[in-house]
């Protein structure tokens, strides 16, 4: 089911989002239905405020935009995500955002994080990122923590 995709002003936006203690038919059906959603947006990651739901959990699949072709891509589910470590330089790269339609914005971000994570079968995992996957989970995590991509831009540019 395509979900409504919640837009800059919706106060959920902002709400730091509580964990995930529970995992059940509702959450696994939740999943599908942010994927779903993701891919009709035609985005490459999608967090659960962004829907409506206060949960830390957010999706993605870099696979519809790769920039460097030697570059793996990751599809993933982040249940209860924690950003552990970040790595290397910041870069800045056009980032856009479902909640923001047709507003992208060169935000910068740190090329490589390490993540502890549930899957969506509720196994613990804890990876390094690079690139572009790393920027994706960098975006989608700040809108769990009730964070998003304007809130780096100098107060001028908006």
């Not at 696979?63 to 249940?79: A, D, G, L, P, Q």
């Not at 549930?118 to 790393?134: H, L, R, S, T, V």
Request: aromatic residues 16%; charged residues 30%; proline residues 4%.
């Amino acid at each position: 089911m395509i979900l409504p995709i919640r837009l800059y002003g919706d106060p959920v936006l902002r709400k730091d989002c509580k964990e995930i203690d529970v995992y059940d038919s509702t959450i696994y059906h939740f999943i599908i239905d942010m994927f779903d959603t993701m891919y009709k947006s035609y985005g490459v990651g999608l967090a659960a405020p962004q829907v409506g739901k206060n949960l830390r959990i957010f999706v993605m699949d870099t696979s519809t935009f790769i920039i460097n072709k030697e570059e793996m891509t990751y599809k993933r589910v982040f249940i209860n995500p924690e950003i552990v470590k970040t790595y290397g330089k910041t870069w800045k790269l056009k980032e856009g955002c479902l909640s923001f339609p047709d507003f992208i914005a060169k935000i910068e971000r740190y090329e490589s994080i390490q993540v502890k994570y549930y899957n969506e079968d509720m196994e613990k995992c804890e990876e390094i990122f690079q690139g572009f996957p790393a920027r994706v989970i960098q975006h989608e995590y700040d809108h769990i923590e009730g964070k998003l991509f304007i809130d780096y831009l100098k107060k001028t540019r908006y």
